[in-house]
Nanobody, 121 residues
């Protein structure tokens, strides 16, 4: 059973910073893409940032220059450093990992339970 456990969500004032961490565990052979998504009340889940096994990153336009994603390939963890936070960044943040269970096996996405980030104005 693959588990993704997020931590670091909190209440912070606008302009502040937070660092979220997600650790993947279980019978994982390889992790391909890891990333963060978020969902605000009444809105669809949206991509925040992803990082590939090769280190390539993708960011949503709304967070470019403010958020930085990083990864520990040995520990299967992914972090996101969030600076200059805005009230519109308020959402539940979900970790995602694309994993397989044996060499050359198919990849499948797994999700964490989410961590709440609230930015007050």
């Amino acid at each position: 059973q693959v588990q993704l456990v997020e931590s670091g969500g909190d209440l912070v004032q606008a302009g502040g910073s937070l660092r979220l961490t997600c650790a993947a565990s279980g019978p994982i052979f390889t992790v391909n893409v890891m990333g963060w998504y978020r969902q605000a009340p009444g809105k669809a889940r949206e991509l925040v940032a992803t990082i590939s096994s090769g280190g390539s990153t993708i960011y949503a336009d709304s967070v470019k220059g403010r958020f930085t994603i990083s990864r520990d390939y040995v520990k299967n963890t992914v972090h996101i450093e969030m600076n200059s936070l805005k009230p519109e960044d308020t959402a539940v943040y979900y970790c995602m990992a694309d994993v397989n269970f044996y060499s050359s096996g198919p990849y499948a996405p797994y999700w964490g339970q989410g961590t709440q980030v609230t930015v007050s104005s």
